[in-house]
């Protein structure tokens, strides 16, 4: 795992993290999760990608502390079609926002592509050292090259973008994603494997930016709407305790307050 590259280019890749049968169980199991509206791990088919210990040990590894907060935010999807830049982080425009100015932005995303993009379609863009400015173009963009069972993890602030295009000839080069379907006629675009399907979890530590990002999360509609749909029962939080995760129960601390889940779209958050 290179740590220091993390912190330095705003993303790493852990090669092997899970067997081919184990992301073929998952593609599966995403499959039969089809219309399920909840966080993975209120999915009783999903939730082993949280419970399983292996995202909280690598969150130990990068932030460098023992205490993994999760909050309620993962999700999977199948065949989506986001395709824009964007950030994750909550102060994503404001240079002068709390995520940019408190220290070293500590949220993480992990991402386990459940099929291979080292030579098809279909994967994570990111722009190389994005996690360190508001900016959003700012960065060498880069197509990740995840094989199967590999885990992804970027930082939050980091410009990305989805569906990316992965190229059989000229391979050396990776087309940004405005360029889709006009590329000069000698590039040859790799097709994608099959459904393209992955699954998302947003992990920190006890911090200033977690609790920040929490109050993010509880503006939006499509996450509380979630979290009230299906909140966790007490066998579930104990087997995320036992795989490393402290879970703060975001879904309990929103009951009854009609003051969340008011934006349907990213806002500004005051500070």
């Known amino acids: 795992m290179d740590v220091d590259g993390f912190w330095r280019d705003g993303y790493t890749i852990v090669k092997g993290v899970y067997t081919p049968d184990e992301i073929e169980s998952f593609r599966r199991r995403a499959r039969e999760s089809v219309g399920w509206n909840g966080d993975l791990l209120s ?25 993994i907060v999760y909050s309620g935010d993962s999700s999977f999807t199948i065949n989506s079609k986001s395709h824009n830049w964007h950030k994750d982080n909550t102060d994503r425009e404001d240079p002068k926002g709390p995520d940019w100015t408190q220290g070293r932005y500590t949220m993480l995303r992990f991402g386990v592509y459940l099929q291979d993009h080292t030579k098809h379609s279909k994967g994570l863009n990111l722009r190389r050292g994005s996690h360190l400015t508001t900016e959003l173009m700012a ?7 995840t094989a199967v069972g590999d885990l992804a993890v970027w930082s939050m602030a980091i410009s990305h973008s989805g569906n990316g295009t992965k190229l059989r000839f000229p391979w050396w080069i990776d087309p940004e994603p405005a360029m889709d379907g006009k590329y000069p006629r000698w590039w040859i675009p790799a097709k994608p494997s099959g459904d393209r399907m992955a699954l998302f979890v947003g992990l920190g ?5 977690h609790a920040r990002y929490v109050e993010y999360l509880k503006s939006r509609t499509y996450i509380c709407n979630m979290w009230r749909g299906h909140p966790w029962d007490d066998e579930t939080l104990a087997e995320a305790s036992k795989a490393g995760l402290t879970v703060r129960n975001v879904p309990k601390e929103i009951e009854g307050d009609d003051t969340v889940g008011k934006n349907q779209w990213w806002q500004p958050m005051p500070y």
Do not use: Q, S
């Not at 590894?61 to 023992?66: H, Q, R, V, Y």
């Not at 960065?139 to 090259?145: E, F, M, P, S, T």
């Not at 530590?205 to 930016?209: E, G, K, L, R």
């Open 43 to 67: 999915n009783p088919k999903l939730k082993d990608v949280l419970t399983d210990g292996r995202m909280a040990a690598v969150a130990r590894k990068i932030l460098g502390t023992d205490e």
């Open 139 to 145: 960065g060498k963009n880069v197509y990740v090259a």
């Open 205 to 209: 530590t006890d911090d200033a930016h």
